[in-house]
């Protein structure tokens, strides 16, 4: 069970080895983009290349009895995004793992990635949980631990790689599950900590922050929710800016300029006055246009170094 690009590489590696799935269960097919073209989950349509049979319920609920029909001997999830009921996760011999993609119980719930980014975590990693009917909660079935410390990655980078060892992890842990070699282990749940839904707003830059902290948003939100910001060019009139991809420039002085004041910085870039430091923009996207770099943005639009960024 899975829907992001998350769950597709997971499921790829699976087809590949002798545990390949006998149904793929994910959500149904959504519209997607500004003209919301409706597109099915990369886990639907890596399911398809390998002839897998493919289940999309509006409610898991609704798919009990198809997968007691299936009997599987062992349910995978990965980012699937719903709850189990009893009533499935009773059903296979060997239980429902779940591939979560922190170190629980550090960062449990729907963003642990991008969490890890925002709070400069030094290391991550993934864990394997027998599931039970609480958000990530299980027993820990394994693990494994990925360094992040002193390397500017992003979202879309940390994922793919946390899936990647997700993947390894899973193919060495489920046969050593199966023949009952690991004894789980249960979670400590004074250090377990929550990570929210991201929604839109959560994208808005606050200029009050350090440039760090802005800069590591902008890796954590890329591509969802995005860093965004405004730009007023007339009075009542703003426009929206996407960072998305920035450098920090360490201040000697305590905060000099307006926060938000957009400066000209060698080499010919915008750099913006936050609470502690500047935040070197490296590229960005005007509201409806194409992605640009900083140079280029300042050579088609002078008087952004007047403005003061919202």
Request: charged share 25%; proline share 8%; glycine share 8%.
């Amino acid at each position: 069970m899975g829907t992001p690009g998350f769950g597709a590489i997971i499921l790829e590696r699976l087809c590949n080895t002798k545990f390949k799935p006998c149904l793929v269960i994910t959500e149904p097919d959504k519209p997607m983009g500004r003209k919301q073209i409706i597109t099915s989950p990369p886990v639907k349509v890596l399911a398809q290349k390998y002839n897998i049979p493919v289940l999309q319920p509006e409610k898991i609920k609704d798919a009990v009895d198809k997968i007691r029909t299936t009997s599987p001997g062992l349910i995978v999830v990965a980012t699937y995004g719903k709850i189990l009921p009893k009533e499935i996760l009773e059903i296979p011999k060997y239980g429902c793992l779940n591939i979560h993609p922190s170190l629980l119980p550090k960062y449990r719930g729907a963003s642990p990635i991008q969490y890890a980014i925002l709070n400069n975590e030094k290391e991550t990693g993934v864990t394997i949980i027998l599931m039970d009917e609480k958000i990530d909660h299980g027993p820990i079935i394994s693990n494994i631990k990925y360094q992040i410390s002193n390397i500017k990655i992003s979202y879309e980078e940390l994922a793919k790689k946390l899936a990647e060892l997700g993947a390894e992890l899973l193919i060495k842990t489920i046969p050593e599950w199966t023949r009952a070699e690991i004894k789980p282990q249960p979670q400590d749940e004074g250090k377990a900590t929550y990570t929210k839904i991201l929604k839109r707003e959560d994208g808005k830059i606050d200029w009050k922050k350090s440039a760090d902290e802005i800069e590591r948003q902008i890796r954590a939100f890329q591509p969802w929710p995005g860093s965004w910001t405004f730009w007023q060019i007339t009075k009542g009139t703003l426009l929206r800016i996407k960072i998305l991809k920035a450098g920090v420039f360490k201040s000697p002085d305590e905060k000099v300029y307006p926060l938000g004041k957009v400066l000209v910085v060698p080499p010919n870039k915008a750099g913006i006055q936050c609470g502690r430091d500047f935040l070197i923009i490296e590229k960005l996207q005007l509201e409806g246009k194409k992605p640009t770099g900083s140079e280029e943005f300042l050579r088609g639009h002078p008087d952004f170094t007047a403005a003061i960024l919202k």
